[in-house]
Structures are given as C-alpha cells and as structure tokens.
C-alpha cells in the first residue's frame, strides 16, 4: 500500500460528483483513504451535478486544450473548455501544496482520463484536460476504470 499522499478522482472513493450524479461503487485501489486526496476538477471548476455530459471536439484531447487546438464541449453545445481550465488549474495547485506525485485518475473522463476519452461521443485514445496537465507537471497519472 502506498503511504505518500497521492491524488485520487474523487468518483473513485464514491463520492457524488459524476456528471450524471450517479455514485460509483468504489474501487480497490492501491492506496489507503488517509493518504488520499480527492479531487473532482469538474467540481472544482464549479460545474454543477447533474449536468449533461462533455467531451472533446477533436482527436487532440487534453493535450490540444492546452494547446488551443481543442475545445470541451456538453452534449448540449455549450462550451465549457475554461471550466475545464479553472478546475484543472486548481487540482495542480492542490497536488504541488501536498507535494503529490502520483494520480489514480478516472478513464474516460473529460477530465480525468488518462488513456481513454470520449471525442464527440466515441470512445478515442487519450487523456483528459486533468490528466495532461499533471503529465505535463511531472505527475504520475494511472487510469482506473
């Protein structure tokens, strides 16, 4: 078992923030709830549950957002790329304070996923806004399912 702080989607320990509002079951993961940090960066942004889901606009992902070459989008068509921004900014500035080093973050996520994300809505290799951004910060990111 792991006895750094690491960061961990929220969703995973079952926490109510899924875009749908649903719960899930919570995980097995590696890591015990005291060393856990929980974060939902789409909470963070301010983003309300329930909302419709969201995902990329093209294959870029998380990477192209950061990049200027990818939006986030809601099923519905707002826009939603700078809350998407503002939560991922804010879950970097949590991992530096406490030090964080390594994720278990949620697959296909807009956020969060660290191999698999839905670009418009099919599955498609890639990372979330989140994901990326850690990556690019030295952060391990692990995806769990």
């Given at each position: 078992m792991c006895k750094e702080k690491v960061i961990v989607s929220a969703c995973l320990f079952g926490l109510r923030c899924r875009y749908n509002g649903k719960i899930l079951e919570k995980r097995d993961l590696p890591v015990k709830r005291e060393n856990a940090i929980l974060v939902c960066p789409e909470m963070l942004a301010g983003l309300k549950i329930p909302r419709t889901p969201s995902f990329f606009t093209n294959e870029g992902t998380g990477k192209g957002v950061w990049e200027g070459k990818t939006r986030v989008v809601?099923?519905?068509?707002?826009?939603?790329?700078?809350?998407?921004?503002?939560g991922s900014k804010k879950a970097l500035a949590i991992a530096k304070k406490h030090g964080v080093k390594k994720a278990y973050l949620?697959?296909?996520?807009?956020?969060?996923g660290v191999n698999v994300v839905y670009v418009m809505d099919e599955r498609k290799k890639g990372s979330g806004v989140t994901a990326a951004l850690f990556k690019d910060n030295g952060i391990e990111v692990i995806g769990i399912d």
């Open positions: 809601s099923r519905d068509g707002e826009d939603r790329t700078e809350e998407f921004i503002k949620k697959e296909r996520s807009p956020s969060c």
